[in-house]
């Protein structure tokens, strides 16, 4: 009987495994977790049943990327041991009834705005993983180059020399969502398409990859002021209160928020 017990202890969820297992999604653009934007602004766990809420920085973030992350936050919930049933909300967005909706009912982006979508996410997907995994390279080759590693050496170069650590181990995984190889005698310098930079092109190659990385670290910290504008700080409650009381979506901010919505649509490829 004890054993029977203690079986049925450890199947069931806790807040701290469900916060775990949002750690593992990440906003698309941003390519940081939303457990750390702060997009996560409820918990709550009853046996089996997990409720989870989010929260954006603006009313108006783009639809297809408020998608992807409750989608992801549903599927990484729905895994966690224990959990039978998953209900992840967003608040507070213009779209937020048809991407509650659309999750819970797994009718998929293009079910969910029906003459609006113009196809699945896969691709847009596929673009900000490709920019995520330049972006972590620009922080390593910079890392390499303050100490004095450059040019042809910095060419040579092969995944086994990085130093471990929290930033490499980003950067792997990032080359395995691309099906990059991970291998240590893989060469670290590579292209999206995992062809190596060869020295003459490298000058370019890092001017290019400094500027994927300054675009993303910008709009982080934008996103990041205006989530802090909208709720304050610290405002987020886990498992303690039903709601998350956000300021008027009126005036100035409101005016912000549909400017960064274009801005992002804009830079959809």
Not at 243 to 252: I, K, L, Q
């Given at each position: 009987m004890a054993s029977s017990s203690a079986t049925?202890?450890?199947?069931?969820?806790?807040?701290?495994?469900?916060?775990?297992?949002?750690?593992?999604?990440?906003?698309?653009?941003?390519?940081?977790a939303i457990t750390?934007?702060?997009?996560?602004?409820?918990?709550r766990v009853d046996g089996g049943a997990v409720e989870v809420r989010l929260r954006l920085p603006t009313y108006f973030c783009a639809p297809n990327f408020a998608w992807l992350m409750v989608a992801d936050a549903h599927r990484a919930v729905g895994v966690v041991p224990g959990v039978d049933h998953v209900d992840v909300q967003l608040e507070e967005h213009v779209t937020a009834d048809e991407i509650n909706t659309g999750v819970a009912r797994n009718a998929g982006f293009d079910g969910s705005f029906p003459g609006l979508a113009d196809g699945g996410l896969?691709?847009?997907?596929?673009?900000?993983?490709?920019?995520?995994?330049?972006?972590?390279?620009?922080?390593?080759?910079?890392?390499?180059?303050?100490?004095?590693?450059?040019?042809?050496?910095?060419?040579?170069q092969q995944v086994g020399t990085l130093p471990p650590g929290p930033e490499t181990a980003v950067y792997l995984q990032r080359r395995e969502e691309l099906g990059l190889p991970v291998d240590a005698d893989a060469p670290l310098v590579v292209h999206t398409d995992g062809s190596p930079v060869p020295p003459a092109d490298l000058e370019d190659h890092l001017a290019r990859i400094r500027t994927v990385a300054v675009s993303i670290e910008g709009n982080t910290g934008f996103c990041r002021g205006l989530l802090e504008t909208r709720y304050g700080r610290n405002r987020a409650h886990d498992g303690t209160s039903s709601s998350v009381s956000g300021r008027s979506h009126d005036g100035p901010q409101a005016a912000s928020a549909v400017g960064h919505m274009t801005d992002l649509k804009q830079r959809q490829r």
């Amino acid at each position: 009987m004890a054993s029977s017990s203690a079986t049925a202890r450890q199947a069931t969820p806790t807040e701290a495994a469900v916060r775990d297992a949002l750690g593992a999604v990440r906003d698309p653009e941003l390519d940081e977790a939303i457990t750390d934007l702060d997009f996560v602004s409820f918990i709550r766990v009853d046996g089996g049943a997990v409720e989870v809420r989010l929260r954006l920085p603006t009313y108006f973030c783009a639809p297809n990327f408020a998608w992807l992350m409750v989608a992801d936050a549903h599927r990484a919930v729905g895994v966690v041991p224990g959990v039978d049933h998953v209900d992840v909300q967003l608040e507070e967005h213009v779209t937020a009834d048809e991407i509650n909706t659309g999750v819970a009912r797994n009718a998929g982006f293009d079910g969910s705005f029906p003459g609006l979508a113009d196809g699945g996410l896969d691709d847009l997907r596929a673009v900000f993983r490709r920019k995520a995994f330049l972006a972590r390279q620009h922080r390593l080759l910079a890392g390499l180059r303050a100490d004095g590693v450059d040019g042809a050496e910095l060419c040579a170069q092969q995944v086994g020399t990085l130093p471990p650590g929290p930033e490499t181990a980003v950067y792997l995984q990032r080359r395995e969502e691309l099906g990059l190889p991970v291998d240590a005698d893989a060469p670290l310098v590579v292209h999206t398409d995992g062809s190596p930079v060869p020295p003459a092109d490298l000058e370019d190659h890092l001017a290019r990859i400094r500027t994927v990385a300054v675009s993303i670290e910008g709009n982080t910290g934008f996103c990041r002021g205006l989530l802090e504008t909208r709720y304050g700080r610290n405002r987020a409650h886990d498992g303690t209160s039903s709601s998350v009381s956000g300021r008027s979506h009126d005036g100035p901010q409101a005016a912000s928020a549909v400017g960064h919505m274009t801005d992002l649509k804009q830079r959809q490829r």
